[in-house]
């Protein structure tokens, strides 16, 4: 078995800190940890979960009668690790369902847990924490067997008036907190007559304000909370406990209670719970694609800008070289603007306008002119290895068959560049 306490000193120095057995102050342990995040600490608070073969009981927010230097009372929190096993699994319930009582007014159990916590002061004990603790009685506490069994005998005679000013208070409850007393009291008499699941989880868990959400994540099996999700503070689920495979109907809780569907009887609130997240994994996946197609529509009109001038200059150079040598070929007004006034003979003009307009078709499929003699010029690509050769400048010495060698030169480029293209 193993203990540890938390609580605080009289003085500043001595803030709340976890102590084991040996009396020193202590990182909180990782079982703790893994439990605690369900618990209203400053509120009296009971929690029983099963983790790594261990067996866990703990108990925050009980106030003692001590007082720090502002006045403000100490709490106390303790918990008890036990082997997991049948035996100790009733002895933490036997106790459990005593600190139920405890928060409904019971003040015994309340004693003996104040007594067991002193300040060093009062113990002639070291400094160093600012409070020492009885872990002998502590464990006695435990380690009862009878159910009706005191749990302390430290009361002294001034006990009685604190049991008076409890029933006093009790007395101005409103209805609402006294359906709450009745449901505490209710799950800690199931706590005595009741086994519990055998799963690592947090089983049972008593709190002040906290999350029906935070519960269900947690696999909380059986829970009493004033669950702040929960609208108009109501809760409309039944208070259930399962006994060997049975479940036993219990109070219908106005206080508001968690109880973890199990898989008899549950279908409906299990699609109910399934629903939201199923809606929320459509949504996140839809957003996802949209995500995908944007980025990929955002890409591609990138690469669409980023093409290089001289790619799209070859390409107007094959769509040009594509099209019929017939809307390619200078009208023959436009060419006879160029024409000196004093032409010769009609032949000649006719020869000269045919010599022009194979320049121009040359010219755009990108040829360059390379002079040669005086009556011819040479023309070249850089894809195609030979040249075009132009003859008669100035209309003399025309080759019959340059047009033909022409239309050849720019078919065959032509098709080089469609092929490059595939």
């Known amino acids: 078995m193993k203990i540890f306490v938390e609580s605080a000193g009289k003085s500043p120095e001595h803030d709340y800190n ?42 925050t927010g009980i106030s003692s009668k001590r007082r720090d230097y502002q006045n403000r009372i100490i709490r106390i929190s303790i918990v008890w690790i036990v082997e997991d096993n ?51 009685s502590l464990k006695n506490l435990l380690e009862k067997e009878k159910e009706d ?59 002040g304000i906290q999350s029906k959400a935070d519960f269900r994540e947690a696999k909380v099996w059986r829970g009493l909370a004033k669950f702040v999700d929960e609208p108009g503070g109501k809760s409309n689920a039944g208070d259930h406990f ?29 699609k109910e719970h399934k629903r939201p997240i199923q809606k929320r994994i459509v949504i996140s996946v839809l957003a996802i694609l949209f995500c995908i197609s944007l980025a990929l529509g955002i890409w591609f009109y990138i690469q669409s800008n980023d093409k290089n001038p001289n790619d799209q200059q070859q390409n107007d150079n094959i769509n040009s070289s594509n099209k019929p040598i017939q809307t390619l070929i200078m009208e023959p007004k436009a060419v006879q603007k160029d024409l000196i006034p004093q032409e010769e003979t009609e032949e000649l003009k006719e020869e000269k306008i045919k010599i022009m307009e194979l320049k121009s078709l040359l010219i755009k499929a990108g040829f360059t002119e390379e002079p040669d003699e005086v ?31 022409v239309i050849n030169a720019l078919n065959t480029l032509a098709k080089i560049k469609e092929d490059q293209q595939r």
Do not use: M
């Open 18 to 59: 976890w102590i084991d057995e040996q009396q020193k102050i202590i990182e909180k342990p990782n079982i703790i940890k893994s439990f605690l995040g369900l618990l209203q600490q400053d509120s009296p608070s009971l929690l029983i979960g099963r983790k790594s073969n261990e067996f866990v009981l703990i108990v």
């Open 86 to 136: 049948d035996d100790n699994e009733a002895l933490i319930r036997n106790l459990a369902s005593k600190i139920l009582l405890l928060f409904t007014g019971e003040i015994e159990l309340k004693q003996s847990i104040d007594a067991c916590v002193n300040d060093e002061e009062e113990n002639s004990f070291q400094e160093e924490n600012g409070f020492t603790v009885v872990f002998k």
């Open 149 to 207: 069994s005191s749990p302390s005998k430290l009361l002294e005679a001034d006990d009685k008036d604190d049991k008076l000013e409890i029933k006093k208070e009790l007395e101005k409850k409103s209805d609402e907190t006294d359906e709450s007393i009745k449901q505490l009291a209710k799950l800690a008499d199931d706590l005595k007559k009741q086994s519990l699941p055998k799963k690592d989880r947090p089983l049972v868990v008593v709190t």
């Open 242 to 270: 399962r006994d060997d495979g049975r479940r036993i109907q219990g109070h219908q809780q106005s206080y508001n209670s968690y109880d973890r569907p199990s898989k008899v009887g549950s279908g409906d609130n299990s």
């Open 375 to 405: 009556s011819n010029t040479k023309w070249s690509h850089p894809l195609l290895p030979g040249k075009v050769i132009l003859s008669g400048k100035d209309g003399n010495d025309a080759k019959p068959d340059q047009e033909r060698d």
